[in-house]
Every structure is written in C-alpha cells, then in structure tokens.
C-alpha cells in the first residue's frame, strides 16, 4: 500500500478521519518493513541468501594459471586429459572433462560457511554429458557432503549413466543432518573408458528449518 496514494481532501473534510487512515496507514508499512527486516536478519544469521548459489566457478569458465583446473576447484587425481575445455557446454563457453582411463579421478570444492544449522536445505544441480562410458567397474558420481570440524557429517550424490548421453541435468535435495561448518562438493570419475563433461554446478541454499 502506498502511503502517497491517500488524498489530502479525504481528511481536510473529516480531519479526525483522515489522521486514523493516515496512522492506519503507516502502522502498515512499518509492519511491512519490520517483517522484512526480521526476515533479512534471519537470513544474515544463518549466513546464507536464498536462492544463492554458493559454488563459485560452477560453469568452470575462468582458469587464471591456464593450467586447465579452474579457479576455486581443487584437484584430486588427475591425468593429463581430464581438464577444462571450450568445445562442449551448457552454460557459457567450457566445461570440465574427464577421460575414462581405469583410474579415480576427481575435481572439488569446499565450501566455508558461517552460522548455518542443522536442518539447513540445499540444491545441488550439475549438467552432465557422456560419450560411450564404460562404468562397469566404478562410477560416475556428484557427492556433496557435509563436515564439522573435519569431521564427515552426512552426505548425498547421484550418478550419471553409462554409455552416450546428451546434456542432462542432475539434481538432488541435501540436508544438514548435525552441525557442520563447511559443505565439500565432489565431481568424482572412475570409467574404464570413455568421456564425460560437468557443467553449471551449482548449489542453492533451500531455508531453514
């Protein structure tokens, strides 16, 4: 309701009307900007916006060194294949690939957070595309879990299929189940053969409890 659509001529005809609208009026607003004000405070004390997404670089479009792993991504083993490209997307110009070999390996991050709660529900979505995966003695797999202190609180991920695939979006609902203070997010291959591409990872911070 806006405060500037009142006439004045309403109350110069019934003055002690008039100032019972006015007052009505801005008890409204002020009501409407204190719930506002306790939602955006309760927002801040959990540390998180909704409808944020905390992962950074999730499309994996900068990679300050040029050395094929993105900027706020971690490596855990890697071959000489399984890097950032431009030639395959969803979302901007790159992705990350990585090559099916007989061997683990994965890219990560992790995320710090401030104040969260048990209780605390995410998003997490990635795109994902295959070509001729040979899953047959592993897994490709999205993990995202949560930590306290260092210590491995609880998790989720899915899996992306075997063989050729187009661009398909993965998504899964995430829960705090106990306290944590950093959230890691896992993009993990272990293929005989074959290829797959991650893009426009991202996790989204749901509500709380």
Request: proline share 4%; charged share 20%; with cysteine.
């Amino acid at each position: 309701m806006s405060i500037s659509g009142i006439k004045p001529a309403h109350a110069g005809r019934n003055p002690q009307v008039g100032r019972y609208v006015l007052g009505a009026v801005l008890l409204v607003a002020l009501a409407l900007v204190l719930s506002a004000a306790d939602t955006q405070e309760a927002l801040a004390q959990v540390g998180f916006q909704a409808n944020t997404n905390y992962v950074s670089n999730g499309s994996f479009e900068k990679d300050s060194n040029g050395d094929g792993l993105p900027n706020n991504w971690l490596a855990g083993p890697l071959g000489a294949k399984d890097k950032r490209v431009c030639n395959q997307s969803v979302a901007g110009s790159c992705s990350f690939k990585m090559v099916g070999d007989g061997s683990l390996k994965s890219i990560y991050q992790i995320i710090p957070l401030t104040n969260p709660n048990v209780g605390d529900e995410f998003k997490l979505k990635v795109w994902t595309k295959g070509k001729a995966l040979d899953l047959s003695g592993g897994e490709a797999r999205i993990i995202v879990q949560f930590f306290d202190g260092g210590f491995l609180g609880n998790s989720e991920s899915f899996d992306i299929p075997s063989g050729t695939s187009a661009w398909t979006l993965h998504q899964v609902s995430v829960t705090a189940a106990a306290d944590y203070d950093e959230i890691w997010i896992f993009v993990r291959l272990d293929a005989d053969s074959g290829k797959a591409w991650f893009d426009k990872v991202s996790l989204v911070y749901v509500g709380a409890p």
